[in-house]
């Protein structure tokens, strides 16, 4: 059964900076594309941000882009995402999921990140 | 990048079907087979329910069903069942420049 962990999120102020983790198992991590979906509070879900399995190819939305950067890393079966000029729009559950263009399956339970003065 | 447009609410009663709408463009539904369904309950991590327009996950009961007719793809639950209240999203590829795209969701109530 593929299991997905995130963690990392918290309470930041606007314009600092937030890195959250994935940690996957019960799958070969390293050929399976990897993405980050967000929900803000009473909004709907919002892709983030996608990751091939090598790590080459990355894709994010275009309010992200430029402020997040998402990596892996295969030997520790462990996803990343870097966010950095935090915004108070940023305030959201951020999900970690396996798949990319495609669709994602399965989820994890998500982390808070809060950005808040 | 644009949500794709979805009912905000739809609602049945306990062991009939309802059909929730999603349209998009050419350039995502219309144009790829790759539109996906979520279920989200509150709290809860999103479910996967149709991927491929028409496609099940194992483990996901025949009542749900896809479809897609043009720019429009439908999903449809049949036999409602209380715990089938939730929200539910669509999702299509979009190309590699957009890439992916959600739609607004849909809050189903299951009367």
């Known amino acids: 059964e593929v299991q997905l962990l995130e963690s990392g999120g918290g309470l930041v102020q606007p314009g600092g900076s937030l890195r959250l983790s994935c940690a996957a198992s019960?799958?070969?991590?390293?050929?399976?594309?990897m993405s980050w979906v967000r929900q803000a509070p009473g909004k709907g879900l919002e892709w983030v941000s996608t990751?091939?399995?090598?790590?080459?190819?990355?894709y994010y939305a275009d309010s992200v882009k430029g402020r997040f950067t998402i990596s892996r890393d295969n030997s520790k079966n462990t996803l990343f995402l870097q966010l950095n000029s935090l915004r108070v729009e940023d305030t959201a559950i951020y999900y970690c999921?396996?798949?990319?263009?495609?669709?994602?399956?399965?989820w994890g339970q998500g982390t808070l990140v809060t950005v808040s003065s | 990048q644009s949500a794709l447009t979805q009912p905000r609410s739809v609602s049945g009663s306990l062991g009939q079907s309802v059909t929730i709408s999603c349209t998009g463009t050419?350039?995502?539904?219309?144009?790829?087979?790759?539109v996906s369904w979520y279920q989200h309950h509150p709290g809860k991590a999103p479910k996967l329910v149709i991927y491929?327009?028409?496609e099940r996950p194992s483990g996901v009961p025949d009542r749900f069903s896809g479809s897609k007719s043009g720019n429009t793809a439908s999903l449809t639950i049949s036999g409602l069942q209380a715990d089938d209240e939730a929200d539910y999203y669509c999702?299509?590829?979009?190309?590699?420049?957009?890439?992916?795209?959600f739609g607004g969701g849909t809050r189903l109530t299951v009367l």
């Open positions: 990751i091939g399995g090598s790590g080459a190819r990355t």
């Open positions: 050419s350039s995502d539904v219309g144009g790829y087979s790759y």
């Open positions: 491929n327009v028409s």
């Open positions: 999921a396996k798949g990319g263009g495609y669709g994602f399956d399965p």
């Open positions: 999702y299509s590829y979009a190309g590699t420049y957009t890439f992916v795209v």
């Open positions: 019960g799958l070969t991590f390293s050929i399976n594309a």
